[in-house]
DNA sequence: CTCTTTATTTCGAGGCTCGAAAAAAATAGT
DNA sequence: ACTATTTTTTTCGAGCCTCGAAATAAAGAG
């Protein structure tokens, strides 16, 4: 209905606790006194918060750490949160490949594995059962961590909903509507989020570089498919039905050239790295696209494109042109906000971005702001996992942690 | 910085007093046993809002108007809000028009004025002049509600910030960046809020017909421009800037049609009135917009499309898969979400419709839903007038009306 | 005129935040 | 060595809030 959520006394005391657990996440190491500074509360409210929160063994007083030396009257104590509460892991599951890691509750990283899986045959089964084999090896290696496993955060290619953390299609795989969430927290009795790898992108640059990267930006992923991770209000943005904001499957040419999506004249039909390749060949624009195309042969055309003027320049123009066509009507929608390029296509912005730059240039035609600032992260592995990372210990933070829900056991999964 | 607001015990107050004045705000007539039910608060908390409400004049209990007569029982005492603690004032300017209305605190219209004025050549002074001559005029004459104004909301053609209660650019006149918020705030002592009148259509229809208008829809203006408003997750989605979804400027075509903003191949240049006009009349797609269709040769046109297929049948063609484009893109990223299409295009739907539809079907290539819900509205200006009305009431429930604000003078305009 | 039924208010318990005062724990000065 | 000063943290009481239970109010039914 029209009503909005009922607020109950309770739930100012939740709020602030997430406050307190934000601001400790986010410098490490605080003392009472840095709290009070940062989130606004009275001290007496922050008292309250921290001691129940050591009671609760989810924050550590660290007396070694001392944060302010030789001065001057009683010296604050140091908190942090106590990394051995809790255990998560996260998946990322791209193209021929899964990636699996154990962290504590501080963020840091206590095993891994990598494990190349022809994911093009494998079935749905195939998929789950090498994801699950990873996870028991890494939990059987770190006994002392596996009954602490807390929360899974998967990062996949592909179209997710992130409601019933299933993977609704991907590129990577010919099965669609993997319950990837549903598996894994029956196996493992913990509550599992799945979303797009570029959603998790965003929400690792968030973290990283929140100079940057604050209320809102957009993570363009270019690589094998084009994806978007957007930040909105400083939160995540997923779609109504929240499977992701699809930038690469806007429309840039009616009736263009084929995508991978079965539909024509998507962005991604020019701007990916199987269009550019396709067109490059000299294939029409209709030809089948190539399920996969290795890094090797991409940066060949690459060079080429960059050493002489010939089709491989054309390609990669005609990439910044439905790049820059999607910015645009981004843009008309949503503003203009700073932009993270992400991915291999990142690697040779030089030969998009003029083509990009032309198009969206006047974006605003009644003389608003025309700057665009666009920052490049060629390798996007690193970011999915700490994506995949900050999505579990945030749903921690404020989902797990929050207080009278600590003790009940996780059985359904996250939003 | 990354903290959140921080939360206090009267917050809580805060909150369910809105849901109690959003359940009277909906129904006109409740009980407390009513309210208690559709806000899920306890009877206590019910029966200590609604006697503070009634001290501070907000609600009425109304004796009258017995809900449920003959039963056995304590009978239950209707309450309603009180029309008499506040007038609004709301205020569509149009290509050529300007309508002011005064409203009552139930939305019941007090005293209004319609008036024609060439905008195309007035300046921002004109128009504000203009404005508050009607409002004065409608002021003076209701001398009981005068004092008791407290909010104005202004819905305008172009592009305005709601942030800053300013129209930075629109169709209609010449002059840009006029702060009209400002200047009613200083000439009324109330706060103001501007906005783009695609947004008030969509709060319209969500009061209206909160059936199919409920969290996510889009409203589309099809008339002298092409505006959109976006409700997402229930809530208004203005830009980052604010300054809305311009869904008419989102791109078409790279290097098309002239479009009146300035730029090249937008939407709007091949839907918009004007666009299928100048199509029609056989002009170049780079040939200077008109400024002002009459609905008079714009019916002609249509029904010339309906009789023969020629030219001005191939305009609305154009048009359709001009919107058809955008559609396809906007699902791409938000999602399908019902559509409304109002004003003077929605009016020829039928010419629109076909091509529109091919544009957008397959919009989920994975086999996600293909339904689209369309509904159209031919008159737009109730819309806009109620959408403005609701802007208006709505900051007064929740922003004026909290506890311990009420007395405050509103010197600043309303976000 | 009493009984039953339903609506609303009153009252006490248990939260919460906050400011002021108290306690704790160090350095500085004599 | 011992007191004064300074800074951090905790404790305590006031003033919010919601809620359940009990009390009160106001009808119709018998």
Chains 1, 2 share one sequence.
């Not at 604050?76 to 890691?101: S, Y």
């Not at 913990?190 to 979303?195: G, I, K, L, R, T």
């Not at 199987?274 to 190539?290: F, H, N, S, V």
């Not at 035609?365 to 992260?377: A, E, M, S, V």
Request: overall charge negative; charged content about 20%.
């Amino acid at each position: 209905m029209l009503v909005d959520e009922i607020a109950r006394p309770d739930d100012v005391r939740r709020q602030n606790r997430r406050l307190v657990l934000a601001a400790l996440r986010g410098h490490d190491l605080l003392s009472r006194t840095d709290i009070v500074a940062q989130t606004g509360l009275s001290a007496s409210t922050v008292s309250a918060i921290t001691t129940a929160l050591i009671a609760e063994g989810i924050v550590n007083e660290s007396r070694d750490g001392d944060v302010t030396a030789n001065r001057r009257g009683r010296p604050q104590v140091a908190l942090t949160l106590n990394p051995e509460i809790a255990t998560i892991a996260t998946v990322e599951l791209a193209l021929n490949l899964a990636h699996t890691v154990l962290f504590d509750y501080k963020g840091q990283v206590i095993a891994q594995e990598i494990r190349r899986i022809p994911t093009l045959d494998a079935t749905a089964g195939d998929l789950t059962r090498a994801i699950c084999e990873m996870l028991d090896g890494l939990l059987a290696g770190m006994p002392g961590s596996a009954g602490r496993l807390m929360h899974i955060s998967m990062g996949v290619q592909g179209v997710t909903d992130a409601a019933s953390a299933t993977m609704l299609w991907s590129p990577i795989t010919p099965d669609i509507n993997v319950a990837f969430g549903d598996i894994l927290c029956a196996r493992y009795g913990v509550s599992v989020a799945v979303a797009n790898d570029c959603s998790m992108i965003a929400e690792a640059l968030r973290w990283t570089d929140p100079e940057h990267y604050t209320e809102d930006f957009a993570a363009i992923l270019l690589s094998h498919g084009i994806g978007m991770g957007l930040y909105l209000k400083g939160k995540p943005f997923l779609g109504v039905q929240s499977s992701g904001a699809e930038f690469g499957h806007m429309l840039h040419v009616p009736n263009g050239a084929l995508c991978r999506c079965g539909r024509h004249g998507c962005i991604e039909a020019y701007a990916s790295d199987y269009a550019i390749l396709r067109r490059t060949a000299g294939e029409d624009e209709q030809a089948q696209p190539a399920q996969d195309v290795d890094a090797a042969s991409f940066n060949a055309v690459a060079d080429r494109a960059r050493s002489r003027d010939g089709a491989e320049r054309a390609a990669f123009r005609k990439a910044g042109q439905a790049i820059g066509s999607g910015l645009r009507s981004l843009f008309s929608l949503i503003d203009p906000v700073p932009i993270a390029l992400v991915g291999p296509g990142a690697g040779v912005f030089d030969l998009i971005e003029p083509d990009l730059r032309e198009i969206v240039s006047g974006t605003t035609g009644w003389g608003g702001k025309p700057d665009l600032t666009i920052r490049c992260y060629p390798d996007e592995h690193p970011l999915i996992l700490q994506g995949c990372m900050m999505t579990s210990l945030l749903h921690l933070d404020t989902q797990l942690f929050a207080p009278g829900d600590l003790r009940e056991a996780p059985l359904r999964r996250a939003i």
